[in-house]
């Protein structure tokens, strides 16, 4: 299986972002936003916005004379005993921050071993989570998350699944023929949110962004009630530009 498109802006975020929690872990008496610049060779306004980002997550601190050391969050994550779990953790907190900011359930999904998987998600009362009323692994055509997932692998792979997986009509609005769906993956600019507007069920609507990395394909989705589906492109905007601290989880 081989990827479609080159890794997201996401991905770059995470990159620059790892360079830059490498310079904080390395000075254990702080170091100043001047010599993060300095070292990691990010500009002033690229650096901010990341400093922003990783002190909202708590991967970084920032102590009374302005230097940055590091924060509870990367600390928890340093120790050896209990590891797994801190990461587990820490992705959840960071998908439950994104669902009360944008107002919507929210879901990381991958495709591991030619399968579509929902790893994590965060939903509440507010915010319910879609029912899964006809197996995710088998709706990828009617999904966002799963046309998103498709969209990042080439054109033999997404051939390959849809010989595995028979499209099958879940509502009025599903895409059954293959030709269409392929032709409109293939026209799907990797930029933009994938967008389910009830091809799955009545009721819900959905978005996808990629979160991508090397040979791995994954996504970030989101789902509303149809009654707010006016917030849906509004929202799905806020999930592609918050995508960021959800891959650095996945990534420390």
């Known amino acids: 299986m081989a990827l479609k498109h080159e890794p997201t802006a996401p991905y770059h975020s995470v990159q ?17 936003d001047t010599e993060l610049a300095h070292q990691t ?10 400093l922003r980002m990783l002190r909202r997550e708590g991967y970084v601190e920032q102590l009374a004379d302005g230097v940055y050391t590091t924060g509870d969050a990367l600390t928890r994550l340093g120790a050896a005993q ?12 960071t998908l439950d921050r994104l669902r009360d900011s944008i107002g919507a359930a929210v879901y990381v ?19 319910p989570s879609v029912h899964e009323w006809f197996d995710f692994r088998r709706s990828a055509h009617a999904t966002a998350l799963g046309k998103s997932l ?22 009025s609005r599903t895409i059954t023929s293959d030709k269409l769906l392929l032709s409109r993956l293939e026209a799907q600019p990797p ?22 990395a090397g040979s791995s394909v994954g996504c970030l989705a989101l789902s509303l009630p149809v009654e707010h589906a006016h917030r849906l492109r509004q929202a799905a905007d806020a999930l592609n530009r918050n995508a960021a601290p959800v891959l650095l989880s996945l990534a420390i």
Request: glycine content about 8%; some cysteine.
């Open 150 to 171: 498709l969209g990042q692998l080439d054109h033999n792979g997404r051939r390959d699944h849809l010989s595995r997986h028979r499209m099958t009509r879940l509502t």
């Open 82 to 93: 209990g590891h797994r779990q801190a990461l587990r953790d820490q992705l959840q907190l």
């Open 191 to 212: 930029t933009v949110p994938v967008l389910d507007l009830q091809e799955y069920a009545i009721g819900t609507v959905c978005a996808a962004v990629p979160i991508t």
């Open 109 to 127: 999904s991958r495709y591991v071993d030619g399968e579509v998987t929902v790893a994590h998600f965060a939903d509440g009362p507010a915010t």
């Open 41 to 50: 060779g990010l500009r002033t306004d690229r650096l901010a916005a990341l």
């Open 16 to 32: 620059d972002a790892l360079r830059v929690l490498e310079t904080v872990a390395r000075r254990s008496t702080g170091v100043s």
